[in-house]
């Protein structure tokens, strides 16, 4: 079995190609820059993008199936050379927020990629997580030169999941068949709140980090100078005032193990915060 990773060298895409070469599944990966992707020598790397069609078709050429990390604009394009190579089946690394309804931006982006997937006619898996605790690593620079956490909304809690908890289910979506057709929610196993978090991260490197509350336009104003883009910023902010999430059991039904706790993520990644 030939599996084509894309997104390989993100944060989850590098666990599930790590995941799938222990399970002797022969590993393919689309990237940019193969000569810096850092994956292991036994991944056979092709170097293009998911909307670029001839580098595409040679990586499809003789693959099963996909992990597909989604990029609505090039999905037309993956979506006609997957078919033309006879993939069969497509794991989509989606958003819980396609269950959000209507008018958020991250949810209407992940539902296009959704949708074209299950129209081509693949056998499908949609994996739905909330928030990915990778997301906090985006506090690493300030406490690591303050000891600090400049956030708007203190006690709003999420059900933060570990990255290698997705990439777990993704591989056992690929490999086993009783996967297919499911659209799989996936949350950590606590709705933890930010500044628990920030506590979480301070017991993990050894060292006091305060929560320092900011105005809801100061964390907006963050966010896009970071190159996110307003109606993104303007999501990712609604979602976060005093929501609180509710675990679900999944990673544990498919996996046989419970997810990780954030205080296990914060360990994992402590290195990342020093």
Do not use: C
Request: no cysteine; net charge negative.
């Amino acid at each position: 079995m030939t599996v084509l990773v894309t997104g390989a060298t993100g944060n989850v895409g590098r666990r599930v190609v790590a995941r799938l070469l222990a399970s002797g599944a022969q590993v393919r990966a689309l990237t940019r820059n193969p000569d810096t992707a850092g994956l292991p020598g036994e991944v056979e790397l092709f170097r293009g993008g998911l909307g670029d069609a001839e580098p595409l078709a040679r990586a499809l050429d003789g693959v099963d199936r996909v992990f597909l990390f989604p990029v609505p604009e090039s999905t037309p394009t993956f979506v006609e050379q997957a078919a033309a190579a006879g993939v069969r089946r497509v794991v989509v690394l989606s958003s819980l927020a396609v269950e959000f309804g209507d008018g958020n931006a991250i949810g209407e982006r992940h539902r296009l990629v959704e949708q074209a997937v299950a129209d081509a006619g693949f056998e499908w898996t949609f994996l739905r997580p909330g928030a990915f605790a990778t997301n906090t690593l985006a506090w690493a620079e300030s406490i690591r030169a303050e000891g600090v956490v400049r956030e708007p909304f203190p006690e709003a809690r999420q059900t933060s999941i570990h990255e290698d908890d997705i990439a777990a289910v993704a591989v056992a979506a690929l490999l086993a068949d009783v996967h297919v057709g499911k659209a799989y929610r996936l949350t950590g196993p606590e709705a933890i709140s930010a500044a628990d978090q920030v506590r979480a991260i301070g017991a993990a490197i050894g060292r006091e980090v305060r929560f320092e509350v900011v105005a809801v336009e100061q964390a907006k104003a963050r966010l896009l100078a970071r190159g996110v883009p307003e109606n993104v910023a303007d999501t990712l902010l609604s979602l976060h005032d005093q929501r609180s999430d509710e675990p679900v059991p999944t990673v544990q039904q498919v996996t046989g193990r419970p997810a990780r706790t954030y205080a296990e993520w914060a360990v994992d990644h402590a290195d990342d915060f020093r």
